[in-house]
């Protein structure tokens, strides 16, 4: 049976980058293991199904392509329910099906739990979905990292914006999670420093809130500003509609998780356009910003070319994955090509070194990752309109 030309091709790249490959990488593995969590059901299940198309083309893209120094990698995706101890029992599994060589978590919850036993054997090294501000200290979590600001990062680019344009009152608006909770104390520090006064702090359930009691007290707090953290998909839509109705005029400002084009479209076409004007930081440019993102070009056309109803948009959801395992593949690459083991140690030696790199578009500044995270975000604005977040700022380093 003669073998199809796409298989031919894919040998042949194989062959030629395994010959090409260093030593230290012939003497090591057949192949290079990625495994993860995503909640695929749960409060959070919309977010876990639009990340996943990011890892199974991943491997596709990279095995087409000769794999990471002529090795293959192998992508294993399992569902977690937005619950942390099956994240970790998932990971345990994956730990225990040979040598891992990287691992993307679901949530603050799981980072949080598996980060104390990241050590020695155990030792991986770990993205997430989470930008948990206790995730940057390479001193306690010396293997685990974020692709992008921290949530408190991102609470003071907005509290900047907001000092920027004159205000002087905010709301916090948050969910009973650690996602919720996790940059509110630093929230209020940075706004007493840039002297604006936080006059509610209100704590909702992750799904399910009682969306009257919380905007009627938004209604007798009656901030200029109100920063939602911690949700997903259907709180913070909603508590911008009830206070819509209510005749609240707060600008209601979100965090990268509350910040989706197809989420603010959905609710748009399905309820009005009361989100029209919603403010929000974003790490990355939205995938529709091409101009100056030739990464985003190249995997337009992959995904094109992979399917051709490909709609030509892609979710920052899995934007956000898919940069986590670039900024592997690029430690892995560099690893190899130093002709170094390829050990936890080692791919967080080179992650910590990425300075003035250049990340295709993602962000719209040259990278630096400090302390395991990258500081750089802008506010954007959506319009129910053109149904498009615009930006309003420019990229703030923080």
């Known amino acids: 049976m003669a073998m199809k030309r796409r298989t031919v091709l894919k040998a042949g790249a194989a062959l030629a980058a395994a010959t090409m490959a260093p030593a230290i990488v012939r003497a090591e593995t057949k192949q290079w293991r990625v495994a993860a969590s995503l909640p695929m059901t749960g409060p959070f299940a919309t977010a876990g199904q639009l990340v996943a198309p990011a890892f199974a083309e991943f491997e596709q893209q990279v095995n087409d392509s000769g794999g990471i120094g002529g090795r293959p990698i192998k992508v294993e995706v399992e569902d977690s329910g937005y619950i942390p101890r099956n994240a970790l029992a998932n990971f345990q599994r994956a730990m225990a099906g040979g040598d891992l060589h990287f691992y993307f978590g679901d949530s603050t919850g799981f980072m949080e739990l598996v980060g104390p036993t990241l050590e020695g054997d155990n030792a991986v090294m770990m993205g997430s979905t989470s930008f948990a501000s206790s995730l940057a200290n390479p001193a306690e979590r010396p293997y685990q990292f974020m692709a992008g600001p921290t949530y408190e990062d991102q609470f003071e680019i907005l509290l900047k914006d907001i000092a920027d344009k004159g205000g002087k009152t905010v709301a916090f608006v948050y969910s009973d999670t650690e996602f919720g909770r996790d940059p509110i104390e630093h929230g209020r520090k940075v706004a007493a420093d840039l002297g604006i006064e936080v006059v509610l702090e209100e704590v909702t359930k992750a799904e399910g809130a009682d969306i009257e009691n919380h905007v009627t007290k938004?209604?007798?707090?009656?901030?200029?500003?109100?920063?939602?953290?911690?949700?997903?998909?259907?709180?913070?839509?909603?508590?911008?509609?009830?206070?819509?109705?209510?005749?609240?005029?707060?600008?209601?400002?979100?965090?990268?998780w509350g910040m989706e084009k197809v989420i603010a479209d959905r609710v748009t076409d399905q309820a009005g356009p009361f989100l029209d004007g919603y403010q929000g930081v974003m790490p990355y440019r939205y995938f529709y910003d091409q101009e100056d993102a030739p990464?985003?070009?190249?995997?337009?056309?992959?995904?094109?070319?992979?399917?051709?109803?490909?709609?030509?948009?892609v979710v920052t959801w899995e934007l956000e994955g898919r940069l986590n395992l670039e900024l592997w593949k690029l430690c892995m690459n560099r690893v190899i090509e130093a002709d170094k083991p390829v050990t936890p140690d080692n791919l967080m030696a080179e992650l910590r070194a990425i300075d003035n790199w250049d990340s295709g578009g993602f962000f719209g500044q040259p990278v630096d990752v400090v302390d395991h995270k990258i500081g750089q975000g802008r506010v954007y604005r959506y319009s129910a309109d053109s149904k498009l977040f615009t930006p309003v700022s420019d990229w703030i380093q923080v």
């Open 218 to 256: 938004l209604a007798q707090a009656n901030p200029e500003y109100t920063i939602l953290q911690g949700y997903v998909t259907g709180v913070w839509p909603q508590l911008i509609g009830g206070a819509r109705a209510f005749g609240l005029q707060t600008q209601f400002m979100g965090t990268f």
């Open 295 to 313: 990464f985003y070009q190249q995997l337009g056309a992959y995904k094109k070319s992979i399917n051709p109803d490909f709609p030509g948009y």
